[in-house]
């Protein structure tokens, strides 16, 4: 009987990690670089570190979760591509985990890891079929269906930032264009900003300097063009879910990630745009929600499906 489960949520800058009990609750908790250049088996091996300090203290811990950024195989617990770890592709991330700290390790999408604690102890905890959308520098998705992570042939389901909204829009980091993460995104957030005609020069601070999280302040303190940029970033985040919607009826999509903290700045707009393009009255009560665990959200949700399996 498995009464612990550490979780790690790797990143393209911080690898999260934390001591989970079976019931979600949080032991322990912290933060360390990626250092991503240096490889899997660099990080493997700090993490590794991390846990043998504390291995004595939780006797307990029966398995590990890994989430992280990427294409991943769950099953194999192969990475195959990774925009934001670019030195780890095509790696056996499971093995080099399981070799290293001598548990069972799970390896998932950070995302779909995010979706399932927020499925299991967050927003989502009162639905059976619900979609969990992060809103970030890049957009990301994960999807429970009847209570079941829904991971595609591959594991690859659920790339919900990279639908195409704007056949000939804006260049996405995957190459494509007009993606929603294109269109969403944080770096589209700031250029929907500073692109506004009529802003004044104490405003036109370049690129880099401003951040959505000052555009969302700037909003929240009256200036009606960082209300106006968020309000059309929901518009067409809006057709985004009305895409989702349509085709998987879910019960509740959550959105969570840092450009989620604009709040209703965004989700309102969000939900009136879903709402037009929905196929019919019949689907209108999906509802849209902010997500609830935060940037805890994919450690504990891959512990929580690493408990799942062991
Ligand atoms: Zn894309």
Redesign the pocket.
């Known amino acids: 009987m498995i009464e612990m489960i550490l979780g790690v949520d790797i990143g393209g800058t911080n690898i999260k990690l934390g001591i989970i009990t079976s019931d979600g609750g949080i032991v322990e908790e912290d933060m360390i670089y990626t250092d991503a250049e240096k490889g899997p088996a660099y990080a493997a091996a700090r993490i590794e570190d991390w846990y043998r300090k504390r291995k004595g203290d939780y006797p307990g811990i029966g398995c590990a979760g890994i989430g992280c950024a990427g294409l991943i195989d769950a099953e194999k617990g192969f990475l195959y591509y990774s925009p934001n770890l670019p030195e780890w592709v095509d790696t056996d991330l499971g093995r080099i985990f399981a070799e290293r700290l001598d548990l069972p390790v799970t390896v998932e999408n950070d995302v779909n890891c995010a979706a399932w604690a927020e499925y299991k102890m967050g927003s989502g905890r009162d639905s059976r079929y619900f979609v969990c959308i992060t809103l970030g520098t890049g957009v990301g998705g994960g999807i429970v269906i009847d209570g079941r992570l829904y991971r595609g042939w591959r594991g690859f389901a659920a790339e919900i930032?990279?639908q195409v909204i704007m056949a000939d829009g804006p260049v996405?980091?995957?190459g494509?264009r007009g993606?929603l993460?294109?269109l969403v995104g944080a770096a589209a957030i700031v250029d929907r900003y500073l692109k506004q005609d009529d802003r004044p020069d104490s405003q036109s601070s370049g690129k880099g300097k401003i951040s959505v999280k000052d555009i969302y302040e700037a909003a929240g303190a009256g200036d009606q063009r960082a209300a106006k940029a968020l309000e059309e970033t929901g518009k067409i985040l809006g057709i985004g879910l009305a895409n989702i919607a349509n085709i998987l009826d879910p019960e509740l999509i959550a959105v969570g990630g840092g450009v989620s903290g604009s709040g209703d700045m965004i989700l309102e707009p969000a939900r009136i745009t879903m709402k037009e393009h929905l196929i019919g009255d019949i689907l209108s009560p999906v509802r849209v929600v902010p997500a609830e665990l935060g940037n805890k959200a994919s450690f504990l949700g891959a512990a929580l499906l690493a408990l799942e399996k062991y």
């Open positions: 930032g990279h996405c980091s995957c494509n993606c993460e294109a």
